[in-house]
C-alpha cells in the first residue's frame, strides 16, 4: 500500500506561480505512471497531468498545457506539478494520484492522497 501526501497549495493571485509536491511512502513509486488530478466545488475530479515511470513522457489536460509541467524524482519517491500562469478557474483541490498503467491514457488506481487547495484570486 502506498500513501501518498500532497503539498504546496495555497492562495495566489491570477498570474502567479506554485509548486506541488506529491510524496510517497509506504511503498515505492519508481515502476508506476503518476498523475495529477483536480476536484472544484460542485465539480467532478478531473484530470491535470500524467508522466510515465521513468518521466519520459507526459501529458496534460488542454486547459494547462503550456503552463503547467508534471515532474518526478524517483530517487526522492516525489512528484510535482509546477504551475505558473494561474487563473481562477484553476481553483481547487488537487490530487496525486499512482497510476495503474499509462498507454495513450492514463488508468488511475484507487490510490490518492488528501489533497492540497490551491486558490487563485482574480
Known amino acids: 500500500q502506498v500513501q501518498l501526501v500532497e503539498s504546496g497549495g495555497g492562495l495566489v493571485q491570477a498570474g502567479g506561480s506554485l509548486r506541488l509536491a506529491c510524496a510517497a511512502s509506504?511503498?515505492?513509486?519508481?515502476?508506476?505512471?503518476m498523475g495529477w488530478f483536480r476536484q472544484a466545488p460542485g465539480k467532478e475530479r478531473e484530470f491535470v497531468a500524467a508522466?510515465?515511470?521513468?518521466?519520459?513522457?507526459?501529458s496534460y489536460t488542454d486547459s494547462v498545457k503550456g503552463r503547467f509541467t508534471i515532474s518526478r524524482d524517483n530517487a526522492k519517491n516525489m512528484v510535482y506539478l509546477q504551475m505558473t500562469s494561474l487563473k481562477p478557474e484553476d481553483t481547487a483541490v488537487y490530487y496525486c494520484n499512482r497510476g495503474e498503467g499509462y498507454s495513450g491514457s492514463y488508468y488511475p488506481s484507487g490510490s490518492w492522497g488528501r489533497g492540497t487547495q490551491v486558490t487563485v484570486s482574480s
Open positions: 508522466i510515465s515511470w521513468s518521466g519520459g513522457s507526459t
Open positions: 509506504g511503498r515505492i513509486i519508481t515502476s508506476y505512471p
